[in-house]
Nanobody
């Protein structure tokens, strides 16, 4: 079993930045893709970004391209999401996910094998 724990959420003003982290522990595989999803109040969970084990392949939702950057530190089993130019519509609970498949598999939530419990990001206008 793999445990994922997110951190770094909070309250920020529009235009500000936050950096989310997700640490994996437990029986982590030798290689796995990781990613981020979010769920806003009253809406379905949606894909945000994913990254391959090597970091060579990344995917982003159109709504965050150019503003968010996903990265990872495999030595620490941690994935990051740097969020810049935040907008009120970015307000959501952000979930970390991992998969034994590829980073492209994480573009939909059915591709995830493990989930974190989420961290709340609130962007005020």
């Amino acid at each position: 079993q793999v445990q994922l724990v997110e951190s770094g959420g909070g309250l920020v003003q529009a235009g500000g930045s936050l950096r989310l982290s997700c640490a994996a522990s437990g029986r982590t595989p030798s290689s796995y893709a990781m990613g981020w999803f979010r769920q806003a109040p009253g809406k379905e969970r949606e894909f945000v970004a994913s990254i391959s084990w090597s970091g060579g392949n990344t995917y982003y939702a159109d709504s965050v391209k150019g503003r968010f950057t996903i990265s990872r530190d495999n030595a620490k089993n941690t994935v990051f999401l740097q969020m810049n130019s935040l907008k009120p519509e970015d307000t959501a609970v952000y979930y970390c996910a991992s998969t034994l498949g590829s980073s492209s598999d994480l573009r939909t939530d059915v591709g995830a094998d493990y989930w974190g419990k989420g961290t709340l990001v609130t962007v005020s206008s």
